[in-house]
């Protein structure tokens, strides 16, 4: 069962910042909070994983609320290639994955 | 990164019969997979986790002797749908876990239209 809550959608202007918000309530303390992205007919990819601290890599920056109860990807320039829908899931060491709805993010040029 | 692939990446098979669906993993061995189906502008559904060596663990709802998985080498897990039917047509993903063990790789996925 996902446990994690998304907004359905969100708009952002091209080579604008883009924060995407997840909430994970219900988060235990072995929860990895994951983020990957899906095209259409494609296979998720992946983005960005964390478990307690701020995480940093090539394409986005993930923020982890200090009681881990939420977090948000941030994009940092959206272009129009990150239109896609995006997932925030929780997964312990076992590393099954239950999907939300994710949040469809559409690029305005 | 780590590569997941699939094959075919889309099969068109008619009703009743079985079709195979390949799930690799290109440059690492990964020694647990899953498997899932998306239905259009649905999000991805578990179905089943695909363990080397042992018996599948398939999720609340999925038919084990309808989604029939083997996961018979380190890099290779596959998936056949039995007697297919039109219900089953569906994009069917697969993911493994990365050499690191904290990320999960994806599979292209594989279109399945049953006619």
């Known amino acids: 069962d996902a446990k994690t809550t998304q907004p359905n959608s969100m708009e952002s202007n091209e080579e604008e910042p883009v924060h995407l918000p997840c909430n994970h309530s219900t988060i235990s303390g072995t929860d990895y909070i994951h983020w990957y992205r899906q095209l259409p007919s494609q296979g998720p990819e992946y983005v960005i994983h964390?478990?307690?601290s701020n995480v940093n890599n090539r394409m986005a920056s993930l923020a982890i609320a200090e009681d881990r109860k939420s977090s948000t990807l941030i994009l940092h320039r959206a272009t129009l290639r990150d239109a896609a829908v995006y997932y925030c899931?929780?997964?312990?060491?076992?590393?099954?994955?239950?999907f939300g709805t994710g949040t469809s993010l559409t690029v305005i040029p | 990164g780590a590569v997941v692939s699939q094959h075919p990446s889309r099969v068109i098979c008619k009703s009743g019969t079985s079709v195979k669906i390949e799930c690799r993993s290109l440059d690492f061995q990964a020694t647990t997979m899953f498997w899932y189906r998306q239905f259009p502008k649905q999000s991805l559904m578990l179905m089943a986790t695909?363990?080397?060596?042992?018996?599948?663990?398939?999720e609340q709802g999925v038919e084990k002797d309808k989604f029939l998985i083997n996961h018979a080498s380190l890099t290779l897990s596959t998936l056949t749908v039995t007697s297919a039917h039109p219900e089953d047509s569906s994009f069917y993903i697969c993911?493994?876990?990365?050499?690191?063990?904290?990320?999960?790789?994806f599979g292209e996925g594989s279109w399945l239209t049953v006619v």
């Open positions: 964390g478990l307690t």
């Open positions: 993911s493994a876990n990365g050499p690191s063990g904290n990320t999960i790789y």
């Open positions: 899931i929780l997964s312990d060491t076992g590393n099954q994955f239950y």
């Open positions: 695909s363990n080397e060596g042992s018996k599948a663990t398939y």
